[in-house]
């Protein structure tokens, strides 16, 4: 998986208060551009974000699944993006002195996405990670 962290300027529970409402998911995942339902279980393991991805007129519906959901320190996702394929996605955060500091890592699990060779792959899911820290910050640290 490829790691890309940022620190934040408040504590891990902020973080996970976001993490926890599905609603905001597009707000912060780069590409993900609706939301159309968010399981009622959600962030509990198995539950499920129900997303569009892409830009209007050519939008795919998809989903996210929780794999482990354990704050304050992890949570783990299985996001859908066919015809792509599917990634797993590892979001942790440790506190450090007044904030924390967030790591993403993410790769491609299933399907063609894992044909485009890794080094490719690195570079584009780390630019889009760094983004998606960026999003994420400005919601926890301003909420």
């Known amino acids: ?65 929780v794999i482990e959901w354990s704050p304050p320190s992890h949570m783990v996702l299985k996001a859908r993006g066919w015809p792509i394929g599917t990634a797993k996605i590892r979001i942790s955060v440790e506190a450090a002195g007044a904030g924390c500091a967030v790591t993403i890592e993410e790769d491609a699990l299933e399907g063609p996405g894992r044909l485009v060779p890794k080094p490719l792959r690195a570079a584009a899911i780390k630019v889009r990670n760094v983004e998606t820290l960026k999003r994420l910050a400005y919601i926890a640290e301003n909420r």
């Open 1 to 65: 998986m490829n790691p890309v962290t940022a620190h934040f300027s408040c504590p891990p529970d902020r973080v996970f208060a976001v993490l926890a409402d599905g609603w905001l998911y597009p707000t912060w995942v780069v590409g993900a551009a609706r939301m159309r339902d968010v399981d009622e279980s959600w962030p509990a393991e198995g539950s499920m974000l129900h997303h569009s991805v892409g830009s209007w007129p050519i939008m795919l519906d998809d989903s996210t699944t």
